[in-house]
């Protein structure tokens, strides 16, 4: 089986840190995000063979990592010559995948049982499983019920909870069809649509401590500081 790591953003989100660096290759601890990943899927899901989706500072990506062989693995990378939204950058890996196939993004460290998603989606004959953690956020305005004109209540700040995507996928290659050939289109975009077709798609339920977020800059520091303490003192 194949993994894709989309790892072709801006990262604007995490300027300036990302005018020279792009975001995967951001160091946590003694070595970039990608690595995380890669060691990973290669541990936790038995994968050696890595598609990377590339476009910007491509060449930072590409140097560190050449074929894999370093890691363990097998690396080859589609290129984009400009940055697309997640489900186009999958796009560009098409002719590369024929057969069942994982997904993930390039900006997010996962540390949960792959070969368990990977065991679901084959027995369910799955179109697409999605890995979902619970979380939870209390709003920062208060809400304010009304009926007509009249007011009814006064929620302050309710919290609100559900399931959210992590970003790791296990996909057959047919899912790759309802994607453009061309310009940015969101994976949210391409799962609607197979789910407008009625195709079969799995949720996979994960907790809180198989996922670090690294969205922004205080997401970000909070995951260095996090790995340089799994370093111990130096």
């Known amino acids: 089986m194949k993994a894709v790591i989309l790892a072709g953003g801006l990262g604007t989100r995490l300027q300036p840190y990302t005018f020279f660096i792009p975001k995967p290759m951001l160091p946590l601890g003694n070595?970039?995000?990608?690595?995380?990943t890669i060691e990973w899927l290669r541990n936790a899901g038995g994968i050696k063979?890595?598609?990377?989706?590339?476009?910007?500072?491509?060449?930072?990506i590409e140097d560190y990592f050449e074929d894999g062989r370093r890691f363990n693995v097998k690396i080859d990378y589609a290129r984009a010559e400009r940055p697309l939204?997640?489900?186009?950058?999958?796009?560009?890996?098409?002719?590369?995948?024929?057969?069942?196939?994982?997904?993930?993004y390039g900006d997010s460290v996962y540390e949960f049982n792959l070969r368990k998603m990977l065991k679901m989606h084959k027995e369910s004959?799955?179109?697409?499983?999605?890995?979902?953690?619970?979380?939870s956020t209390k709003l920062k305005y208060g809400f304010i019920d009304i009926d007509g004109n009249d007011i009814?209540?006064?929620?302050?700040?309710?919290?609100?909870?559900?399931?959210?995507?992590?970003g790791c996928y296990v996909m057959e290659p047919a899912f790759l069809k309802s994607i453009p050939k061309s310009g940015a289109f969101g994976m949210d975009d391409?799962?609607?649509n197979a789910l407008e077709q009625k195709k079969t798609i799995k949720a996979f339920e994960i907790d809180g401590s198989g996922f670090i977020d690294i969205g922004d800059k205080k997401s970000y520091l909070d995951a260095y500081k996090l790995f340089a303490s799994r370093l111990g003192k130096i």
């Open 49 to 60: 063979e890595i598609v990377i989706c590339v476009s910007y500072l491509h060449r930072t």
């Open 31 to 36: 070595k970039p995000l990608l690595e995380y």
């Open 125 to 135: 004959k799955a179109f697409l499983s999605m890995a979902l953690m619970h979380y």
């Open 152 to 166: 009814t209540g006064w929620r302050e700040k309710p919290e609100i909870s559900g399931l959210i995507n992590i």
């Open 85 to 104: 939204a997640t489900a186009g950058q999958l796009k560009t890996a098409e002719k590369m995948l024929d057969d069942t196939f994982v997904c993930v």
């Open 190 to 192: 391409a799962v609607r």
